[in-house]
């Protein structure tokens, strides 16, 4: 009979990348060190519910696929930790929208770029955020796999960050932009980029802003599926 010290690392990792629930990956981290240093190795997702402990636990998973915090960020120097940590990511999830305290820096997310930029990054989810400022960062990330961007009910979120969402998200399918400020030239802005070849999902309700006139600029986006329009308003009224 084998003995489990005499199994090496890699193949207790492929054994514990077989347990995906959650509480059994626990207790399997408690049994000894070596356990517990592979649990991290191998964990693919992982829920911050406290940011002020960051430096201290997210070293133990660099190989992080998922990230999701509802936590408000005030540092730049956490963005770039993260990124730094787990350069792995695809799918960063911010989202806080159904709380109040959905705080950024004062330049978004500028500060993953500083920590590498997460070259992988496919999902981004910041619904209820503040100080998305888009404008500010989203050229500077490796924004050529980015599929899923979602700025619903984020405040600061005007036609000047639609320039930059339409010509740099260029493998962009889903794009949520409710109750945001944006108008009919932010529509148009929007249509003529380079997104509009890739976009098949457009969220905009609540945007109050737009118009008839604006929504007939989306003519352009010949892959477009879904449109959402709950609650524009009175000024949209052709759909």
């Known amino acids: 009979m084998v003995e489990i010290s005499q199994l090496n690392e890699d193949l207790l990792g492929q054994i514990l990348k077989r347990v995906s629930d959650p509480d059994d990956r626990k207790r399997v981290s408690q049994l ?11 964990r693919t997702s992982l829920t911050f519910l406290e940011l002020r402990f960051l430096r201290q636990v997210l070293p133990r998973f660099p190989n992080l696929v998922t990230f999701q915090t ?46 590498g930029g997460l070259p992988k990054l496919s999902e981004l989810f910041l619904g209820g955020r503040d100080n998305v400022v888009v404008d500010k960062w989203l050229h500077e990330l490796p924004h050529g796999n980015l599929t899923c961007l979602d700025l619903g009910h984020c405040r600061f979120v005007f ?32 249509a003529n980029g380079r997104c509009s070849k890739t976009l098949k999902t457009l969220v905009l309700s609540q945007c109050c802003y737009i118009t008839d006139s604006g929504l007939a600029h989306l003519r352009n986006m010949q892959f477009l599926e879904e449109l959402d329009l709950d609650y524009c308003g009175e000024k949209v009224t052709d759909i």
Not at 32 to 42: A, D, M, P, S
Request: aromatic share 8%; glycine share 8%; with cysteine.
């Open 70 to 115: 509802s936590e408000p960020i005030f540092k730049d120097v956490d963005l770039k930790f993260l990124a730094q940590t787990c350069p792995k990511l695809e799918t960063l999830n911010l989202d806080t929208t159904k709380l109040k305290s959905g705080f950024l820096p004062m330049n978004g997310l500028h500060a993953l770029s500083l920590g």
């Open 32 to 42: 000894c060190k070596q356990w517990f240093i592979l649990e991290g190795l191998t």
């Open 159 to 190: 036609d000047k960050g639609l320039v930059v969402i339409g010509n740099v998200c260029t493998s962009l399918c889903y794009l949520n932009l409710a109750k945001s400020k944006i108008s009919d030239f932010g529509l148009r802005l929007l």
